[in-house]
Nanobody, 129 residues
Framework: QGQLVESGGGSVQAGGSLRLSCAASGYTVKIVCMGWFRQAPGKEREGVASIYTNRDHTYYADSVKGRFTISRDNAKNTIYLQMNDLKPEDTATYYC??????????????????????WGKGTLVTISS
């Protein structure tokens, strides 16, 4: 059984930056898509960004476009989320997720029927005003 381990969360002031990392290990299936999701207290989980592991396609929620950048290092089986110009509304637990099914890396951000099957335990990001 594989695992996804997030790191890099913390507390910063509005306007600051953080970089999250997610390392995948132990999967016996080929992971073709990885992404970041977040859930704030009392709110539903929302897709933030996703990236294919086998081609240079990335996708973002409208709320983070221009501020967040997702990237990958296939040699390390790791993805990153560089978060700049952070706002209090970015406060949430951020979860890394992975999928072995190709072709739904974009849809998975907004359509629950395409939810990724593999999830990390999350890392907390707190932005103060």
């Amino acid at each position: 059984q594989g695992q996804l381990v997030e790191s890099g969360g913390g507390s910063v002031q509005a306007g600051g930056s953080l970089r999250l990392s997610c390392a995948a290990s132990g999967y016996t299936v080929k992971i073709v898509c990885m992404g970041w999701f977040r859930q704030a207290p009392g709110k539903e989980r929302e897709g933030v960004a996703s990236i294919y592991t086998n081609r240079d396609h990335t996708y973002y929620a409208d709320s983070v476009k221009g501020r967040f950048t997702i990237s990958r290092d296939n040699a390390k089986n790791t993805i990153y989320l560089q978060m700049n110009d952070l706002k209090p509304e970015d406060t949430a637990t951020y979860y890394c997720a992975a999928d072995r099914v190709d072709g739904r890396c974009h849809a998975t951000l907004s359509q629950p029927e395409y939810a990724m099957p593999y999830w990390g335990k999350g890392t907390l990001v707190t932005i103060s005003s």
